[in-house]
């Protein structure tokens, strides 16, 4: 079974402080990504990156930052929290290539600043 | 842009079937997918149809694509307590690549007896 594990399900962190959420992925894909899914809105693409090092913007990346030093391994930063990244924090891979290839997610970060 | 619009709620008996509706603006989306999120889990695959088909079924789901209006529907036959999640129909925009998708809002589905 694919398995997507990010690494804290629950953090609660103070206004400014840096935040990081781990990601791992064990089926060597290539595509990663992170989602914030937030109430009414559904799901949103923060970044995502297609190979190590590479990445690209998403939909609302403003505020946040990524790092794939490892195939395996896809980290969202965000360098000063803020009481609007409340929300939970979705981490997908996917097989490389172009549309087709299933979208496997973790089961989730419930992020609070306050 | 694309956008994919669906209702957000949706109450049905146990044992009835369930239709969860769907509507996308990006006509040459390839494929289209329903994810199901229980409370407090990610994102379950569990359907998606290739945008040359206009039905798929599996087992107690029926998905719908009707190309022409860009509606996509969900039908879940003999809905049972175990159903009652959130529903996100995405799709693969054709500017995307990468398998990008673009998710809507979620059909919050609630079973009762």
Redesign the interface.
Known sequence: DVK?TQSSRYLVKRTGEKVFLECVQDMDHE?M?W?RQDP??????IY?S?DVKMK?K?DIPEGYSVSREKKERFSLILESASTNQTSMY?C?S?EG????????????SWLTVV | GEDVEQSLFLSVREGDSSVINCTYTDSSSTYLYWYKQEPGAGLQLLTYIFSNMDMKQDQRLTVLLNKKDKHLSLRIADTQTGDSAIYFCAETPSSGGYNKLIFGAGTRLAVHP
Do not use: Q
């Open positions: 997507v595509n990504f989602y009414g809105l559904g799901l949103r693409l995502f297609y690209e998403g979705l997908a996917s290539g172009s549309s087709g290839n299933t979208i496997y997610f973790g089961e989730g």
